[in-house]
């Protein structure tokens, strides 16, 4: 397996090139690659086609906001796959599936779907762009609808040859981690991840096997989180102090994923502390209730801690948190907590928040997660002097900035452990911003620097191409699978294959493991004799070892195990087999000899005119060609055939049938073999 990382001016497939790709797997991120925004990486092996995730880059707008979708041909993707509801991971799926020739079959979480609808409702209502750049509408949403299938955690799915299954991946409500096998190579994508359990989410899983390429996110680099309970005490802190002071706490964050974990965390410390029951904490989004809702409907999805607590209560119907639709509800007239969305501070409800409570040095904006660059929330991280107001003017920024992360991001630790357990020999970093990414394959190199495991990180539209020659395996199920076979023993059955998996069965369970069926025939011919049945027994057991005498009620012989040979009637016997291509030679040669030496039966004559040399030739030709069926390597020099085995060497003189060998096994065994053939070949003289 070789691995190489190059510019690909185009993805789109053209015929010619799909016999000298067979085994090459091709991996390229239309988005994500060397940034964070617009996740899509585009995978293609023995001629099939995947896709993980379709979204958007939070920091553009309108076309330019969408993946390098101009790269390949949509029409020729036969599955994607969507590994959780944010905007950066779905939100150009509308646009893909509505206005572009894909005709494939996407796939994703039921929790992941239900969130979906919402999130990019909520994203077109309070999206700020002009009508041309409005890349989807709610009517192309709803349609869509239609067009996603579901799976569950741990089912295996096939589509056109893939094989596909996922796993838990933590980091937000539905969140999946993709495993793809196509003809035995796998791939694991893992989208975001998270392996720290939180106080709702399960931590993410760890496949039970190594994948041979990981798709990995990059997000935080080689940074360090913070441990939990430090983090909830200076959140907690921060806003206990702005508020006990006079002032407001603006919180941006997306509707759906960290909110309802930092909401949980809010409404525990506030119960504990009855001296801020009066100040108000409000969860400002439109989709506030039918988030709640989703939520709690997916209540099993969670953590063991979160389901014990839904046993007693619903830890989502919060004390002391009020939802809050719009800015035009909102009585602004003393401290407050205020969560809302979205999470860049570049439209809605927060950015409006924002603008209105910057000036005041009382207030505070807490960020509480991973902000993509190019939006506002990334921009004050840095405390500027001024910033610019959705109405164009510059204000001074005044209020105070807190980064307390709870992003649900792997951070290194998390990384290097991960890949450690996996031992994957090809790492592909993605979904991270390129001086983070670069630090942490510097880092990823010197871990496994003893270790051949090949660490990439692609830039968009920068394609890796690595070449697998994979061996073919085929499974022994059904009544081949009850034993299991000694070493050095022949399994035999009928091999199957189905996509590019291989499996090996008894004929009778053909119509159990598959949609075909056998069938047998069975042959009867009657041939005039009237001689002796014992004369012709001897001649029978002359031409071949195994003949049993069975004890029925005509005189029946049992030839080579297969076929029968009845004397029914007192001038003429039946031969009967169930036909496959070795009865068939049998039962061929059994008529043969017995039209020969039968005086009732016309003769089987070669050609008078048939020279002796011409026998001689054709004779050779035969045993030799029988001979290279036995054994495997033989070659003809001066008249005779020269037999290899394993290294050692007979010379075979076949008109004296004389073997010259050291090795008497040998020797023995194609002296055997000689005798059979001749036997064979001319089995009566005349």
Known sequence: MSSTAASAPSLKRKESMVAREGDQLIITPLGAGNEVGRSCVYMTYKNKIVMFDCGI???YSGMAALPYFDEIDPSTIDVLLVTHFHLDHTASLPYFLEKTTFKGRVFMTHATKAIYKLLLSDYVKVSKVSVEDMLFDEQDILRTMDKIEVIDFHQTMEVNGIRFWCYTAGHVLG????????AGVRVLYTGDYSREEDRHLRAAETPQFS?????IESTYGVQLHQPRAIREKRFTDVIHNVVSQGGRVLIPAFALGRAQELLLILDEYWAGHPELHNVPIYYASPLAKRCMAVYQTYINAMNDRIRTQFEGSNPFDFKHIMP?????NFEDDGPSVVMASPGGLQSGLSRQLFDIWCQDKK?????????VEGTLAKTIMNEPKDVTLMSGLQAPLNMQVHYISFSAHADFSQTSAFLNELQPPNIILVHGEANEMGRLKQKLMTQFADQNIRVLSPKNCQTVEMHFNAEKTAKAIGRLAEKTPEVGSQVGGLLVRKGFTYQIMAPEDLHVFTQLSTGTVTQRLSIPYKGAFTVLRHRLQQLYEGVETLNEEVPTLKVHGKVLVKQEGMDYV????VSDPITDMVSDSIIAMMMNFNPESPKMKTSDVESTEGKAVDTSKIVQSLLVSLFGDVKELDGKLIVSVDGVVANVDHTSNTVDCENENLRERIKVALRRMEIAIKPVRM
């Open 324 to 328: 809050l639709k719009s800015i035009e």
């Open 363 to 371: 207030n505070a904006c807490v960020i509480p997660g991973f902000v």
């Open 175 to 182: 969140a999946a981690m993709f495993m793809v096998d196509i």
């Open 211 to 215: 994948p041979d390429v990981c798709i």
């Open 574 to 577: 039946v031969l009967q087999w």
């Open 57 to 59: 880059h939070l920091a």
